[in-house]
């Protein structure tokens, strides 16, 4: 599933994370991989900024707005008739 592109929130800060991988195993949308002892980001825009992986993570090399990101997609879709919104459906609201 993907959301709105370059909207989320989600920042890691590599030279904090210890590699505990943590952040993996709580992420419902495989947003992350480990790679040379370090979680990197590689799929930004499947992001839903749950902050499950924020809120696990041991020495906060993540933060997240939660929801912000999508929220906003969402307003300004509305505001403009562009009816995009976080789903994979053409960014279109079903």
Known sequence: M???KNVATLKLDESTCT???LCLAVCP???FA???NKAHIID???CMECGACA???PVT????DSGVGCASGIINGL???SGECCCDKGGTCA
């Open 19 to 21: 590699g505990c991988g």
């Open 44 to 46: 930004l825009d499947a």
């Open 79 to 81: 505001l403009n008739g």
């Open 61 to 64: 090399a993540l933060t997240v």
């Open 34 to 36: 480990l790679a040379d």
């Open 55 to 57: 809120g696990n993570c």
């Open 29 to 31: 949308h495989g947003v």
């Open 2 to 4: 993907k959301h709105l």
